[in-house]
């Protein structure tokens, strides 16, 4: 099983990235995708997640500026990210879970329970 992220790098505030996430080993369409992002000295948050039938998720902060998006022909997702700032700095990882709903705590924020996990890519943003 594999995930493997691709696409960070730096960039200027109100710049753009586009992530991607490209797996192998399991069904990708058995499975929803999630980009999680942890900059130093922070917990893992959750940014977006897309189900098989691309119902989607995105936490309050990156609403209007990210969007993600899946190819189950390629076994690739994606998260466009555009006007990006500094806070957005962080390693982006690609995570995959079992089923059609990813788990929401009490804040509606994802939970960081995946089957598969990526390396992680690193995002940073000057301002």
């Known amino acids: 099983v594999q995930l493997v992220e691709s696409g960070g790098g730096v960039v200027q505030a109100g710049g753009s990235l586009r992530l991607s996430c490209a797996a192998a080993?399991?069904?990708?369409?058995?499975?929803?995708i999630g980009w999680f992002r942890q900059a130093p000295g922070k917990e893992r948050e959750g940014v977006a997640c897309i189900n098989s039938e691309g119902i989607t998720y995105y936490t309050d902060s990156v609403k209007g500026r990210f969007t993600i998006s899946r190819d189950n022909v390629k076994y690739t997702a994606y998260l466009q990210m555009n006007n990006l700032q500094p806070e957005d700095t962080a390693v982006y990882y690609c995570?995959?879970?079992?089923?059609?709903?990813?788990?929401?705590?009490?804040?509606?924020?994802?939970?960081?329970?995946?089957?598969?996990w990526g390396q992680g890519t690193q995002v940073a943003v000057s301002s």
């Open positions: 080993g399991f069904t990708f369409d058995d499975y929803s």
């Open positions: 995570a995959a879970r079992y089923g059609s709903r990813w788990p929401e705590d009490g804040r509606g924020n994802l939970m960081a329970f995946a089957q598969h």
